[in-house]
């Protein structure tokens, strides 16, 4: 009535007809009448019915009806799935990948049940009539005449990731699309093309150029499941880890085998769920959820080339979140660490690994009571080599490459649970090389990071991407495209960078301390604030002694071994590690910024 939109329920159970009538799947109205049907998945067919209601007043006798299932239909056994309207026929699809054609008057008109498909989640048909030009390469209908049934082309898709095109004139199948049908857990960038590689738990490896949009080539692995993949320093080898611990090392243009024989088991025989190799290509490190580490090498034998497993060690006893090849300082050598959520930070002496013997060079523990998600390098904005890492408490901090000591700490994107995977994100032509952003994902978005990181909110900014969990991403080698795997929700999706709106957003945040002080309850005006001013002061006058008679000197700074007192006054009680780690702070980082009072 006018511009209301009004809706109607009627009660349907199996006490209705006393029978089952089962989950509903799609609903549609018939071609010739007022009735509409709805198919179950018990392969029922709900027959509607309009029903005027009585009434004195004409106007209520119009429409809209109100509806009443009037008929159950048991057309078949197998679940029906989709229902459709083409040419006054009825075609309904099912669990089982038959298609069937139906009258008006729900009498069987022709099957396909030969298409050996997975469960149908959708049919659609061409918009062109079919003209025959031989009435016999059609099927015969199932009436009494026996006349051919004419019917469309059409495509169906499958619940197992096909999609394929029926010709029904000779009947031609042709397979259009084959997508995971398993969880996608493994995405992988080519390192100088538009190269995008994805393995999914069904044993499917599909490598697309994300920029044509165009599928270039895949390999099934039966009866494997992939857990993770990797590309080589210059992309010509493509690095396969499966839930048995099987790795292969494959050629990235033909994914065909590179090496021998396939690695059958990693060293304690778990999922491959870490890969990555070294900046020279010659080795291969894998970690598993056994906590293990494998290393693989590459070896000549003759003249050719080929990959040994070097050795394995157990070397976490909790997950290992993160595997990370660098360059040592002082030469060209690869450098191996593994971070783990037993809070060690783990590295490796390659050179003087052998056979069966990983050696590990030393072991650190970077956290006290939070648990490390991941580490990445950081990029060259100092004289100081870094890493980066993020926690579980939503801090980010920076540490000396070569000491392990943590040489900053300030508050990371708190966008509903804490970062989960890092990457600095490759430099974009056209921007200015000196800026310098992070890539990141949490459990269920992907965002952006401006660096230096110094605990500005307006620096970071997030989107849901996989409402359901997101399970990795990669960023492509141009820095224009971050990718993420839905993992259970068999999707990837491509998101485009925008870094002009990330930088506006930093500037109407405010500078300097502007930005910080929403973080405070009440902001700068607020109770909070003005306590933290006067144990400011008060920090002045400790330092420079309560009892002295000198004229004191007010300054815009404290002390940095005033900061442990400020903050048990404001009632955080810091350890005595965490007290080391603020001394470790003394010396400046580019981007940090001094405890500086906001007096005008």
């Keep these: 009535e006018g511009n209301s939109l009004q809706c109607h329920a009627p009660l349907l159970t199996d006490r209705t007809f006393n029978k089952a009538v089962g989950i509903f799947s799609q609903s549609l109205f018939h071609f010739s009448t007022e009735q509409a049907v709805t198919g179950t998945l018990e392969g029922k067919l709900v027959v509607w019915d309009a029903t005027h209601v009585p009434s004195k007043s004409p106007a209520s006798c119009v429409k809209p009806y109100n509806m009443k299932a009037v008929k159950l239909v048991h057309l078949q056994k197998d679940g029906i799935t989709v229902l459709a309207v083409v040419d006054k026929t009825f075609v309904i699809c099912d669990v089982k990948g038959h298609v069937k054609f139906y009258d008006g008057a729900l009498q069987l008109l022709h099957w396909y049940s030969q298409l050996k498909l997975g469960p149908i989640r959708s049919v659609s048909f061409s918009k062109t009539p079919v003209c025959p030009l031989n009435a016999s390469q059609f099927p ?162 003759g003249e050719k080339e080929d990959w040994e497993r070097l050795a394995g060690l157990r070397s976490h006893y909790k997950p290992i979140r993160t595997i990370l090849f660098g360059v040592h300082l002082d030469s060209d050598k690869p450098r191996l660490l593994t971070l783990g959520e037993d809070r060690l930070l783990v590295e490796y002496d390659l050179e003087k690994s052998v056979k069966d013997e990983l050696v590990v060079l030393r072991r650190e523990r970077i956290e006290q009571s939070a648990v490390p998600k991941y580490i990445a390098w950081y990029p060259p904005l100092t004289k ?127 500078k300097d301390l502007i930005p910080f002080y929403n973080l405070l309850d009440g902001g700068r005006e607020g109770e909070f604030f003005r306590e933290l001013e006067d144990y400011f002061y008060y920090a002045q006058l400790r330092h420079q002694g309560i009892d002295t008679m000198e004229p004191r000197k007010v300054s815009t700074r404290i002390p940095l071994e005033q900061i442990p007192f400020v903050m048990r006054a404001m009632g955080f009680y810091p350890s005595e590690e965490q007290v080391r780690v603020f001394k470790r702070h003394e010396q400046p980082v580019p981007g940090a910024h001094t405890f500086r009072s906001c007096l005008p």
């Design 384 to 510: 100081e080599y870094f890493f980066l890492t993020a926690n579980d408490q939503y801090k980010v901090k920076i540490y000396n490459v070569t000491t392990k000591m943590c040489r900053k700490t300030v508050l990371g994107p708190t966008y509903g649970s804490p970062l989960e995977k890092i990457q600095v994100l490759p430099p974009i032509e056209g921007h200015d090389p000196e800026k310098w952003y992070l890539a990141y994902i949490t459990t269920d978005k992907v965002g952006l990071q401006i660096l230096p990181v110094d605990g500005n909110p307006h620096k970071s900014s997030a989107f849901i991407c996989h409402p359901a969990g997101v399970s990795d991403f990669v960023c492509s080698y141009g820095g224009r495209h971050i990718f993420t795997a839905g993992g259970n929700d068999l999707s990837v999706m491509k998101w485009d960078v925008n870094l002009n709106v990330l930088e506006a957003a930093v500037s109407l945040g405010g």
């Design 140 to 301: 015969t209908s199932c009436t009494l005449t026996g006349q051919p049934l004419i019917v469309r082309n059409f495509i169906l898709s499958t619940s197992d990731g096909l999609v394929v095109h029926v010709l029904t004139e000779g009947m031609k199948v042709t397979k259009c699309l084959e997508e995971p049908k398993g969880a996608v857990h493994a995405i992988a960038c080519h390192p100088t093309k538009t190269l995008l590689a994805k393995g999914s738990a069904c044993g499917l490896l599909k490598v697309w150029d994300y920029e044509l949009e165009k599928y270039l080539v895949s390999r099934i692995f039966k009866g494997q499941s992939l857990r993770s993949v990797c590309y080589n320093h210059d992309g010509s080898l493509l690095g396969v880890g499966f839930a048995d611990g099987t790795v292969y090392i494959l050629d990235s243009i033909s994914l065909e085998n590179e090496c021998s024989e396939p690695f059958k088991y990693s060293y304690a025989k778990g999922a491959i769920i870490h890969m990555s190799f070294s900046h020279d290509s010659q080795y291969l490190a894998t970690a598993d959820d056994k906590m293990s580490v494998t290393i693989y090498k590459r070896v000549i034998e």
